[in-house]
């Protein structure tokens, strides 16, 4: 996975690149919790693009085993998406995310990092 380490704040945050391998896969999400643990951080950004069509077809399941998957080892995560991407199904499952502590998603990355790192 291509990313950045970025500090801010005194802390510091996974950034993958907006281009790359996209997640297709559970393995992919395990991929990035290993360079969240080698990099002491359990802040990560996802621009939409890396993304693949599965993660946002909730039929597949993709999306709520990443989410599982991330929230299981205390990774928090922001997403950043355009409005196309939150459509339908998808678009609900957003709303009901970004409820919670562990995940949201954002249309720019000054609301993504701000969100990230405040404790």
Avoid at 21 to 44: P, Q
Wanted: aromatic share 10%; hydrophobic share 40%; charged share 25%.
């Amino acid at each position: 996975m291509d990313y950045r380490v970025i500090g801010k704040s005194g802390r510091n945050y996974i950034r993958l690149n907006p281009t790359g391998h996209l997640i297709m896969m559970e393995s992919d999400a395990l991929e990035l919790l290993s360079a969240c643990a080698e990099n002491s951080t359990n802040l990560l950004l996802i621009p939409g693009e890396r993304l693949s069509d599965e993660f946002f077809r909730l039929g597949t399941g993709l999306a709520g085993s990443i989410l599982q998957k991330f929230a299981l080892y205390g990774i928090k995560f922001a997403v950043l998406l355009d409005q196309d991407a939150e459509q339908g199904r998808f678009r609900e499952f957003l709303i009901e995310s970004n409820r919670g502590n562990a995940f949201r998603s954002f249309s720019n990355v000054e609301e993504a990092e701000s969100w990230l790192l405040n404790q």
